[in-house]
T-cell receptor, first 115, second 109 residues
Framework: DVKVTQSSRYLVKRTGEKVFLECVQD?????MFWYRQDPGLGLRLIYF???????EKGDIPEGYSVSREKKERFSLILESASTNQTSMYLC??????????????FGPGTRLTVL | GQQLNQSPQSMFIQEGEDVSMNCTSS?????WLWYKQDPGEGPVLLIA?????ELTSNGRLTAQFGITRKDSFLNISASIPSDVGIYFC?????????FGKGTHLIIQP
C-alpha cells in the first residue's frame, strides 16, 4: 500500500514564525503535491514537484515555498506565518511525472493554527 | 482556472437510503477521481475513472465518467453509518488535480 506521512497532525505557531511542514512517501513516487483545504473553498494546490530539486507553482503559491532535496520528501515552508495561513495542509504523491491518468494518494493532513 | 461544480453541497439521509452526487465542469478531463474524507483525515481514493462512458463499481459505490468527459456521478447504495464524511470529485490536469468543493454526507440512524 502507498503510504504518505506528514510530520505533524496538529501545529500551533505564532505570527511571523517560520514553519516547516514535512511530507514523506515510501513508494518511490515522482510527483509530490501540497494543498491547503479550507471550508467552502475545497482543496487548492499550493506547489508541486515532479522531480528532485524541481518545483512548480500551483494556484496559490504566495507566502509559501517548497523544498525537494530527496525523492521521498517534500517540504512546505511558511517563511513568515500569518493568521490567514491557518488551514488544513494536505500532502499527496503520484507515481509518474507527466502521466495524466496517475492517481494521487494523500497523507493524513496537518492542521496548522497561526495565532 | 478550471472549475468543478459538485452537488449537492450536503445531504441528510436515513440509513439504508441510496445516495447520488455529481460533478460537472466546463472543461474536459482525462480522468475523474472520487475521494472520501473522514473528519481530521486526508482524502482516500474510492474510485478512479479513465475512459469516457466508463462505469465502475467498488462494493456499494458506483461511479460513471460522463460521455462528454465533462461530468461524473457517484452513487452509494444502501447507506450505512460509516459512509458519513465528505466526498470529493477530482479531475486530472497535467500539473495536479482540480477538486470539487465536496458533498457532506450525514446519515441519520
Amino acid at each position: 500500500d502507498v503510504k504518505v506521512t506528514q510530520s505533524s497532525r496538529y501545529l500551533v505557531k505564532r505570527t511571523g514564525e517560520k514553519v516547516f511542514l514535512e511530507c514523506v512517501q515510501d513508494m518511490d513516487h515522482e510527483n509530490m503535491f501540497w494543498y491547503r483545504q479550507d471550508p467552502g473553498l475545497g482543496l487548492r494546490l499550493i506547489y508541486f514537484s515532479y522531480d528532485v530539486k524541481m518545483k512548480e507553482k500551483g494556484d496559490i503559491p504566495e507566502g509559501y515555498s517548497v523544498s525537494r532535496e530527496k525523492k521521498e520528501r517534500f517540504s512546505l515552508i511558511l517563511e513568515s506565518a500569518s493568521t490567514n495561513q491557518t488551514s488544513m495542509y494536505l500532502c499527496a504523491s503520484s507515481l509518474r511525472a507527466g502521466q495524466s491518468t496517475d492517481t494521487q494518494y494523500f497523507g493524513p493532513g496537518t492542521r496548522l493554527t497561526v495565532l | 482556472g478550471q472549475q468543478l461544480n459538485q452537488s449537492p453541497q450536503s445531504m441528510f439521509i436515513q440509513e439504508g437510503e441510496d445516495v447520488s452526487m455529481n460533478c460537472t465542469s466546463s472543461s474536459i478531463f482525462n480522468t475523474w477521481l472520487w475521494y472520501k474524507q473522514d473528519p481530521g483525515e486526508g482524502p482516500v481514493l474510492l474510485i478512479a475513472l479513465y475512459k469516457a462512458g466508463e462505469l465502475t463499481s467498488n462494493g456499494r459505490l458506483t461511479a460513471q465518467f460522463g460521455i462528454t468527459r465533462k461530468d461524473s456521478f457517484l452513487n452509494i447504495s444502501a447507506s450505512i453509518p460509516s459512509d458519513v464524511g465528505i466526498y470529493f470529485c477530482a479531475g486530472d490536469r497535467a500539473d495536479g488535480l482540480t477538486f470539487g468543493k465536496g458533498t457532506h454526507l450525514i446519515i441519520q440512524p
